[in-house]
């Protein structure tokens, strides 16, 4: 399938970025838990500020 194959080309482009974006994400996790806050906690937070 051409298209099972562009989108394997997709994902090992930006395989990189995933990998980053997921590290950078479980890094705010821990720290918002350090603080004692969930991400629930936070996301309420940020939609209530904006």
């Given amino acids: 399938m051409p298209c099972r194959f ?3 080309l997709l994902i090992e482009k930006h ?3 995933l990998l ?6 479980t890094e705010i996790k821990r720290e ?3 603080q004692g806050m ?4 936070a996301l309420q937070a940020f939609q209530g500020g904006s």
């Fill in 6 to 8: 562009l989108m394997q």
């Fill in 38 to 41: 969930t991400v629930d906690h």
């Fill in 15 to 17: 395989i990189s970025r």
């Fill in 32 to 34: 918002l838990q350090e």
């Fill in 20 to 25: 980053i974006l997921l590290s950078y994400m």
